[in-house]
């Protein structure tokens, strides 16, 4: 009877690439609804990044955004330790592919700026920087000064601990609205709590 086994996942190109040049810096690869993740070490994200950028079999010259995830309140298995990951989608026009990269970062440590490596990368790691508080070395925020948010905003929004609505809303006319939990009614969507404002709406 013939062997009937599934054959192995091909391994991408890239993950060879990565894993042969920089061994243990590469700590995890995740295979998710089609995409790629490599899950990297911070100190050696430059180097990878540049490979990927470089290398004449791979070519991924189009830095598509960064993203950052606070993981706190996250009860479940992780790829990376550090409270938050730090998330790149990267794009090659030669070969028409995606690949997603992460690390891992705590509060009090930093994640090398891309800058260098992609010119566009200095806006996406500012607007983490101002809702995450995540600090890219290199690509540090101003003093006294926030890139999304007013000036004298008082914390990072995006964050768990950060408290939902409540805040009045400050108009370009210099008139103040009302703040979002005033206007909260019940719709037919679901909030964390499976409840808009004060009624139950799911009907689950």
Excluded at 88 to 109: A, C, E, H, P, T
């Amino acid at each position: 009877m013939a062997d009937t086994a599934p054959a192995e996942p091909k391994v991408r190109r890239e993950v060879e690439l990565v894993s042969e040049k920089f061994g243990g810096a590469l700590i995890k690869v995740k295979e998710y609804r089609g995409d790629t993740f490599l899950c990297v070490d911070r100190e050696s994200l430059a180097g990878v990044m540049l490979l990927l950028r470089d290398h004449e079999e791979l070519q991924y010259t189009y830095f598509v955004e960064c993203l950052g995830a606070d993981y706190s309140t996250w009860e479940h298995p992780r790829d990376l330790a550090g409270r938050f990951e730090v998330i790149y989608n990267l794009f090659s026009l030669k070969s028409n592919s995606r690949i997603f990269v992460k690390v891992g970062v705590d509060d009090g440590q930093t994640v090398p700026s891309l800058v260098p490596v992609w010119i566009g990368a200095e806006y996406p790691e500012r607007e983490v920087t101002d809702l995450f508080g995540v600090i890219f070395s290199g690509n540090e925020p101003r003093p006294g000064e926030r890139f999304l948010l007013p000036d004298d905003w008082v914390g990072y929004p995006l964050r768990k601990e950060y408290p939902l609505g409540g805040d009045d809303v400050l108009f370009d006319k210099k008139d103040v609205g009302p703040a979002v939990e005033d206007l909260m009614m019940p719709h037919a969507g679901e909030s964390f709590q499976g409840k808009t404002g004060s009624e139950e709406v799911s009907g689950r």
